[in-house]
């Protein structure tokens, strides 16, 4: 619209702008209900095997975490096959590439990835949280408040065995294929035992689950190392697994350790990987 003088003026209508506004609402609206239901689908929660809920946080002394498959091979054949632990819990979780969360009142399946808690029969404050299933960047944070949040800190000291591929360490030495796999470690400052290994030289970092506990660790001030190992494979290799035993040393006595496992309850957690082409097939 225009004035006499030429000037142009915006023509106001309320009812137009009132549509505009509850069409905005409207779409705010679907969209937080969206956003709610994505994060209560993708949220984590600690399960227990037996039908009372744990009121409580367990009376844990030692938590080992393994997290990847060398790292939690070693657990099953090492030091969860010599007997002695029990499933006591499991985390339950849901992702793109992990769907536990479409039973979370069920336990996992033997041989399927997910989050399983053990405790030691003889002496219950030692625990494992074997974890095999995928954790999401969002879920990381969720996932070590739950967990560490289910055990009590008081005179707590918490231990991660993980894997990492060798491509991702850097070094201004040259690395042979004799020299992998191998150890290094890292630790918060409240830990004050030895470690088994040499640390991790910078400027390397690590990343995913073991970063978040790490981290949670050393805010909270809780005692803890982690030991990474790094290998050129990227499968279960009874090679990798055997490298963590030095760590496991110099963590508690009371995990015992199976120094020479049997070939069969090796092949029940290593797999051949068949090569399905080549340059010369």
Do not use: A, C, H
């Given at each position: 619209m225009a004035t006499f003088f030429?000037?142009?003026l915006s023509v106001y209508s309320r009812a137009v702008e009132e549509d505009e506004y509850d069409?905005?609402?409207k779409e705010n609206e679907e969209d937080e209900e969206i956003r709610r239901e994505i994060d209560e689908k993708r949220s984590v929660h600690v399960q227990w095997m037996n039908s009372q809920t744990h009121s409580e946080c367990l009376q844990c002394s030692?938590?080992?975490i393994s997290v990847g498959p060398n790292a939690c091979g070693f657990i099953s054949a090492y030091v969860l096959s010599s007997g002695g632990w029990s499933a006591v819990g499991w985390v339950s979780l849901w992702n793109e590439r992990s769907h536990g969360s479409s039973r979370p009142l069920t336990p996992p399946v033997s041989g399927e990835p997910a989050c399983v808690?053990?405790?030691?029969?003889?002496n219950?404050?030692?625990v494992i949280c074997q974890c095999t299933c995928y954790i999401a960047e969002d879920q990381l944070f969720q996932w070590t408040e739950k967990v560490l949040g289910c055990v009590q800190k008081r005179d707590l000291h918490v231990s991660v065995l993980s894997d990492c591929a060798v491509t991702e360490y850097k070094t201004l030495d040259y690395l042979s294929g004799s020299s992998t796999p191998f150890l290094r470690a890292l630790k918060t400052g409240t830990h004050t035992g030895r470690v088994a290994c040499?640390?991790?030289e910078q400027p390397n970092i690590i990343t995913g689950l073991p970063a978040a506990v790490l981290s949670h660790c050393q805010v909270q001030r809780i005692p803890a190392v982690l030991y990474q190992c790094y290998s050129d494979v990227t499968h279960p290799d009874s090679v990798t697994m055997e490298t963590y035993k030095p760590a496991l040393a110099c963590l508690s006595a009371a995990v015992k350790c199976d120094e020479c496992p049997s070939a069969e309850i090796l092949q029940?957690?290593?797999?051949?990987?068949?090569?399905?082409?080549?340059?010369?097939t």
């Open positions: 030429g000037e142009v069409d905005m609402t030692d938590l080992i808690l053990y405790q030691q029969n003889q219950p404050s030692v040499p640390l991790l029940k957690f290593t797999r051949v990987t068949e090569v399905q082409s080549n340059l010369y």
